[in-house]
């Protein structure tokens, strides 16, 4: 298979009334995994990663990796850049080969939000590759993970749809009450703010900070617009549990063997989003 626009899967989304998980990856092996559970459930699906996980594979080899692991399977994925920091950032990724691209101005002022967004339009819309702006900005839950910064500003409906309408671009990330990491109580979304942004601005939304959010508020945020789910901080605690038990105490497991148990325990975090966000079925 060959990843596509994330443009793509999301157009269908909102037409099928559906959320499409965006899973953050890191190397081959999680990569491997989630494309292999959403060929089981015949889910489109999309891969994320961005400055934080670099330090792991930049952004040629996470371009390699992903196609390599994606030879064995046949279904509907994107690669997307989350949080590019910089448009020298993104210019890297679009020459990688990332069929999605995000610049996150959103702590930036309006203005400079604005143009640095046209101007990853300019470069992208020609190659074909779809482009996440966010206005608002979504902070961070907890001081461990590495998305978003600071606190979060609420977006305003009517910012939303004159971003969009300057900017053009082809998915809007909000702030309506979510948060980047683990919640350390549960979130309160504003659904009437969700409404009125979804009225107002003509293409998918994006619900940055996922994890942890209660199943009926998914599912509603979902039904107003709400077509691309970003999933990071459940599959890492997965992960960290996994090795926790795998490599303290008197007898270690081999590390390549906790390591392998580690990536089968994201594997039900994987399987609930894909099922939840009623993306299984759809490919």
Same mark, same amino acid.
């Given at each position: 298979?060959?990843?596509?626009?994330?443009?793509?899967?999301?157009?269908? *989304? %909102?037409?099928?009334?559906?959320?499409?998980?965006?899973?953050?990856?890191?190397?081959?092996?999680?990569?491997?995994?989630?494309?292999?559970?959403?060929?089981?459930? @015949?889910?489109?699906?999309?891969?994320?990663?961005?400055?934080?996980?670099?330090?792991?594979?930049?952004?040629?080899?996470?371009?390699?990796?992903?196609?390599?692991?994606? !030879?064995?399977?046949?279904?509907?994925?994107?690669?997307?850049?989350?949080?590019?920091?910089?448009?020298?950032?993104?210019?890297?990724?679009?020459? #990688?080969?990332? /069929?999605?691209?995000?610049?996150?101005?959103? &702590?930036?002022?309006?203005?400079?939000? %604005?143009?640095?967004?046209?101007?990853?339009?300019?470069?992208?819309?020609?190659?074909? %590759? /779809?482009?996440?702006?966010?206005?608002?900005?979504?902070?961070?839950?907890?001081?461990?993970?590495?998305?978003?910064?600071?606190?979060? =500003?609420?977006?305003?409906?009517?910012?939303? *749809?004159?971003?969009?309408?300057? /900017?053009?671009?082809?998915?809007? *990330?909000?702030?309506?009450?979510?948060?980047?990491? @683990?919640?350390?109580?549960?979130?309160?979304?504003?659904?009437? !703010?969700?409404?009125?942004?979804?009225?107002?601005?003509?293409?998918?939304?994006?619900?940055?900070?996922?994890?942890?959010?209660?199943?009926?508020?998914?599912?509603? #945020?979902?039904?107003?617009?709400?077509?691309?789910?970003?999933?990071? =901080?459940?599959?890492? &605690?997965?992960?960290?549990e996994s090795l926790r038990r795998d490599l303290t105490g008197d007898h270690p497991s081999w590390p390549p063997h906790a390591h392998a148990e580690s990536i089968? #325990?994201? %594997?039900?975090?994987?399987? @609930?989003?894909?099922?939840?966000?009623?993306?299984?079925? @759809?490919?």
């Amino acid at each position: 298979m060959k990843f596509v626009p994330m443009s793509e899967l999301l157009k269908d *989304a %909102v037409e099928g009334g559906y959320g499409i998980p965006s899973f953050c990856v890191w190397n081959i092996e999680v990569m491997n995994a989630i494309l292999g559970v959403a060929q089981d459930l @015949r889910a489109p699906v999309i891969l994320m990663n961005g400055p934080g996980e670099f330090r792991v594979l930049d952004p040629e080899l996470v371009v390699g990796a992903a196609e390599l692991a994606a !030879r064995r399977y046949n279904v509907p994925a994107a690669l997307h850049l989350d949080h590019g920091d910089s448009p020298e950032r993104v210019r890297e990724c679009l020459e #990688a080969g990332y /069929t999605s691209v995000m610049l996150d101005y959103s &702590t930036r002022p309006v203005e400079e939000n %604005v143009e640095a967004l046209r101007q990853v339009v300019s470069a992208a819309h020609p190659l074909g %590759v /779809t482009v996440e702006g966010e206005i608002g900005h979504v902070g961070r839950a907890d001081t461990m993970t590495v998305e978003g910064e600071g606190d979060s =500003t609420l977006t305003r409906p009517e910012q939303a *749809a004159d971003y969009v309408a300057r /900017t053009d671009v082809d998915a809007l *990330a909000v702030s309506i009450g979510n948060a980047h990491g @683990r919640y350390a109580k549960l979130p309160r979304f504003d659904f009437e !703010r969700l409404e009125a942004i979804h009225r107002a601005v003509p293409v998918p939304l994006v619900l940055h900070g996922g994890s942890g959010t209660p199943d009926e508020d998914l599912k509603r #945020a979902i039904s107003l617009g709400m077509a691309k789910i970003n999933v990071a =901080t459940e599959l890492v &605690t997965a992960m960290r549990e996994s090795l926790r038990r795998d490599l303290t105490g008197d007898h270690p497991s081999w590390p390549p063997h906790a390591h392998a148990e580690s990536i089968s #325990a994201m %594997v039900p975090v994987m399987v @609930r989003w894909l099922t939840l966000t009623g993306a299984a079925g @759809r490919a």
